[in-house]
């Protein structure tokens, strides 16, 4: 069973609106999470990420808010902009896990000019 | 440029081949991760090395065997694969293992695809 999920496939969005893209857990040992973002023929690449102690963490055009009581957490692109299109991981640690990321299967995110 | 370089990016081998992915990160990072992503399904941690030491192997079937000679360097050597084996091979590094806020840098993956 997924213990990181990521029910949308994928999402569109028109360019210079808000793009929301959610994320549920299950465990609620986790600690740490992170949002990743991948083009066709590239790696991963960190985006940002929140600790469990915090509720929101701000950068640039990016917000990503964590409800621990829902274990849901949202990545948040305002305003979005043909660039962001791409896949969009959603990732939970557990300290110590040493590097034992949970993924979940990815949104991508389309933006229309 | 993501810092981590994997050789090739696709490759195509026989049941009965013995192949090595390389990866190399230029980061300064000491800890270096395989990772597998399948048609469909979410990245799965296989492998971790920690100052060249594995600290990390998620109950991966032994025709997959990784090497660590530096903290710079990582393969993964492969022998009689099987076609459930073809995915997206990503190398990742992080400066320090074990720190769920070390994020990874991840390069740009092999894609094997086994016949």
């Known amino acids: 069973d997924q213990q990181v999920k990521q029910n949308s496939p994928s999402l569109s969005v028109q360019e210079g609106r808000i793009s929301i893209l959610n994320c549920d857990y299950t465990?609620?040992?986790?600690?740490?999470f992170l949002w990743y973002k991948k083009y066709p023929a590239e790696g991963p690449t960190f985006l940002i990420s929140i600790s469990s102690i915090k509720d929101k963490n701000e950068d640039g055009r990016f917000t990503v808010f964590l409800n621990k009581s829902a274990k849901h957490l949202s990545l948040h692109i305002v305003p979005s902009q043909p660039g962001d299109s791409a896949v969009y991981f959603c990732a939970a640690a557990l300290e110590g896990s040493q590097g034992n990321l949970i993924f979940g299967k990815g949104t991508k995110l389309s933006v229309k000019p | 440029e993501t810092g981590v370089t994997q050789t090739p990016r696709h490759l195509v081998m026989g049941m009965t081949n013995k192949k090595s992915l390389k990866c190399e990160q230029h980061?300064?990072?000491?800890?270096m991760y395989w990772y597998k992503q399948s048609a469909k399904k979410p990245l799965e941690l296989m492998f971790v090395?920690?100052?060249?030491?594995?600290?990390e192997n998620n109950s991966v079937p032994s025709r997959f065997s990784p090497e660590c000679p530096n903290s710079s360097h990582l393969f993964l050597h492969l022998h009689t694969l099987q076609p459930e084996d073809s995915a997206l091979y990503l190398c990742?590094?992080?400066?320090?293992?074990?720190?769920?806020?070390?994020?990874?840098?991840f390069g740009n993956g092999t894609r094997l695809t086994v016949t």
């Open positions: 980061l300064g990072h000491n800890a």
């Open positions: 990742a590094s992080s400066l320090i293992g074990g720190l769920s806020n070390s994020p990874l840098h």
């Open positions: 090395y920690n100052f060249k030491e594995q600290t």
């Open positions: 465990n609620s040992m986790f600690d740490y």
